[in-house]
T-cell receptor, first 112, second 113 residues
Framework: RKEVEQDPGPFNVPEGATVAFNCTYS??????FFWYRQDCRKEPKLLMS???SGNEDGRFTAQLNRASQYISLLIRDSKLSDSATYLC?????????????FGQGTILTVHP | NAGVTQTPKFQVLKTGQSMTLQCAQD?????MYWYRQDPGMGLRLIYY???????DKGEVPNGYNVSRLNKREFSLRLESAAPSQTSVYFC????????????FGEGSRLTVL
């Protein structure tokens, strides 16, 4: 089993739709969690951190479920500019401390 | 503010050739990383350096060597390139290895024929 897994999609949604991505992780000692965004042929950039209590940044909401070992990203009122690949990342615990492991990414396309 | 700079941006090699990817950051970060990205595989960690003078293997270190030359620079060397090493390579850095905001370079696209 991969350490961090995502549904690769692709997700094709109309403008204004709400879309949610999940990401599961296998290391129960993992300490911190993140969502990155990667535009086509560009480098990944941090979108938001994921806190235990959940956090929101405008149209984006991230949540963590430690019991089930997954994180989620919800995008409301999708815009064309949200089209990108979304990567979850997990900072492991134990022997994986300090290593940020990424999922394979979920491709989102928002169409008019 | 340059951030993380990688060179070269593009390279074509023949099987068996060697090359070094260079990476430098100007943010005074302690930790630096090399990832490779392949279609459907996401980003996979090759090597990382938590601080100057230390390096550790990541998920896919075979066929690669690294050097943390100083705090700013972290190079990745392919001693004998293989077609399986065709990939996009990203260098990244962060202030400390227990923080999650990595700053990435623009990537180096390597093709091994």
């Amino acid at each position: 089993r991969k350490e961090v897994e995502q549904d690769p999609g692709p997700f094709n949604v109309p403008e204004g739709a709400t879309v949610a991505f999940n990401c599961t992780y296998s290391n129960s000692a993992s300490q911190s969690f993140f969502w990155y965004r990667q535009d086509c042929r560009k480098e990944p950039k941090l979108l938001m951190s994921v806190y235990s209590s959940g956090n929101e940044d405008g149209r984006f909401t991230a949540q963590l479920n430690r019991a089930s070992q997954y994180i989620s990203l919800l995008i409301r009122d999708s815009k064309l500019s949200d089209s990108a690949t979304y990567l979850c990342a997990v900072n492991g615990g134990g022997t994986s401390y300090g290593k940020l492991t990424f999922g394979q990414g979920t491709i989102l396309t928002v169409h008019p | 503010n340059a951030g993380v700079t990688q060179t070269p941006k593009f390279q074509v090699l023949k099987t068996g050739q060697s090359m070094t990817l260079q990476c430098a950051q100007d943010m005074n970060h302690n930790s630096m990383y090399w990832y490779r990205q392949d279609p459907g595989m996401g980003l996979r960690l090759i090597y990382y350096s938590a601080s100057e003078g230390t390096t550790d293997k990541g998920e896919v270190p075979n066929g690669y060597n690294v050097s943390r030359l100083n705090k700013r620079e972290f190079s990745l060397r392919l001693e004998s390139a293989a077609p399986s090493q065709t990939s996009v390579y990203f260098c990244a850095s962060n202030r400390a290895s227990n923080t999650g905001e990595l700053f990435f370079g623009e990537g180096s696209r390597l093709t091994v024929l």
